[in-house]
């Protein structure tokens, strides 16, 4: 057995494989959540900690990573958490924030909408802004990461008017405009930098 303290909350412990077989750990077939398993697993973590002189905390919590390597060895990765750092049985949540919903502006010429977009990419704005082209008016569907949306939003408003914002609105200009171009930051405003 290798055992090595990697830092103050993480312990190491690679078993050979004849250790393993010997203990009752064959990864595949072991039932993790039984008596056996969790007592041989702990008799290993005291005896590393014992070996090793890694602080055993009474009432704190510890969590066992385990893998098999391909010539059969186990690897154990032990991680401990004091009590005092731990959240008292609240668990932290964390969510997703959605994807950025679309902000569709209008332009009434040629001339603005090449303006915006020069100066998009000027401003070095990188989202994929969509331009369409609906009744004889211009339409500019752009997602911008939550940092640039502000100067996005200031330099469109610049140029054009707010048509609409959301997947709704977005569907709407997809199915009844003219898609002219998928990338129209760097496609046209590259183009168009003054």
Not at 169 to 177: D, L, N, T
């Amino acid at each position: 057995m290798k055992i090595k303290a990697l830092d103050a909350t993480h312990l190491l412990v690679i078993l050979a494989a004849q250790e393993k077989q010997a203990l009752g750990l064959a990864l595949g077939g072991t039932n993790w959540g039984s008596l056996h398993c969790r007592l041989t697993i702990a008799r290993i973590f005291a005896a590393a900690c014992s070996g090793t002189g890694f602080p055993l905390r009474k009432g704190g919590q510890i969590a066992v990573r385990a893998m098999e390597t391909i010539d059969g060895q186990c690897v154990l990765v032990f991680s401990t958490i004091s009590p005092s750092v731990q959240h008292h049985g609240k668990r932290r949540i964390y969510t997703v924030k959605p994807p950025v919903s679309p902000t569709i502006y209008r332009f009434e010429s040629a001339g603005h909408v090449m303006d915006a977009l020069g100066h998009l990419a000027c401003s070095g704005i990188e989202c994929p802004g969509r331009l369409f082209l609906q009744n004889q008016q211009y339409l500019l569907a752009l997602s911008p990461r939550l940092g640039q949306r502000c100067r996005a939003d200031g330099i469109l408003k610049e140029y054009g008017k707010l048509w609409g914002k959301g997947r709704t609105a977005e569907a709407m200009v997809e199915e009844h405009g003219k898609l002219l171009s998928t990338d129209a930051v760097v496609q046209i405003g590259q183009r168009c930098k003054t």
